[in-house]
């Protein structure tokens, strides 16, 4: 199976909170990203979170990381139409520390 | 800081020819990346480079794929002799090699290459 597993949509109202899941394989993953894709713009990482820490909250985005079920999942708070974007979940491990992605989520949020 | 660029940012090509993509980094990062990005898919990786050295490089990264970075900055992809499962998105990140290392990768807005 996929290294890195993600649904593949979601679609939520515009000022709901939005929670987007990740599953990944790798017990010796290092660091998990979420990076977001907007049409026709590059990938833009959101936030990261350190193996050896369960929650981070930067603004309206918080991340919780399970680490005993690899379950990564990301919250955004407040979900606006400039939200609307897919999703990446990522993971890195030692040596290269090289992201491997999941698919990707596209968030479609709606008024 | 003008971030990642990349160039072409689209590319039409025959199949059989070949073509070359360019990648210019954030001027202060000594790694560089290359993905392919197909519909529906995350990014794959290809290949990296520290400084100028071509570090590892994927499975997928067949026999007709060359990445060159010469002095450190800019790099190259090319791929001889086009074949339409070629066509995806290029893209290209670079990023600062640092302690502890969460790799935060900065990257461009891609290359499309289709090849027909």
């Known amino acids: 199976g996929e290294d890195v597993e993600q649904s593949l949509f979601l679609s939520v109202r515009e000022g709901d909170s939005s929670v987007i899941n990740c599953t990944y394989t790798?017990?010796?993953?290092?660091?998990l990203y979420w990076y977001k894709q907007e049409p026709g713009a590059g990938l833009q990482l959101l936030t990261y979170?350190?193996?050896?820490?369960d929650m981070k909250q930067d603004q309206r985005l918080t991340v919780l990381l399970n680490k005993k079920d690899k379950h990564l999942s990301l919250r955004i708070a407040d979900t606006q139409t400039g939200d609307s974007a897919i999703y990446f979940c990522?993971?890195?491990?030692?040596?290269?520390?090289?992201?491997?992605f999941g698919r990707g989520t596209s968030l479609i949020v709606h008024p | 800081d003008t971030g990642v660029s990349q160039d072409p940012r689209h590319k039409i090509t025959k199949r059989g020819q070949n073509v070359t993509f360019r990648c210019d980094p954030i001027?202060?990062?000594?790694?560089l990346y290359w993905y392919r990005q197909t519909l529906g898919q995350g990014p794959e990786f290809l290949t990296y480079?520290?400084?100028?050295?071509?570090?590892?490089k994927s499975r997928l990264l067949s026999d007709r794929f060359s990445a060159e970075r010469p002095k450190g900055s800019f790099s190259t992809l090319e791929i001889q002799r086009t074949e339409q499962g070629d066509s995806a998105m290029y893209l290209c990140?670079?990023?600062?090699?640092?302690?502890?290392?969460?790799?935060?990768?900065?990257f461009g807005p891609g290359t499309r290459l289709t090849v027909l």
């Open positions: 979170i350190f193996s050896n820490m």
């Open positions: 990140a670079s990023s600062l090699d640092q302690v502890p290392k969460p790799n935060e990768q900065f």
């Open positions: 480079f520290q400084n100028e050295a071509q570090l590892e």
């Open positions: 990522a993971e890195s491990k030692g040596g290269s520390y090289i992201p491997t």
């Open positions: 790798d017990s010796s993953s290092t660091y």
């Open positions: 001027s202060e990062h000594n790694r």
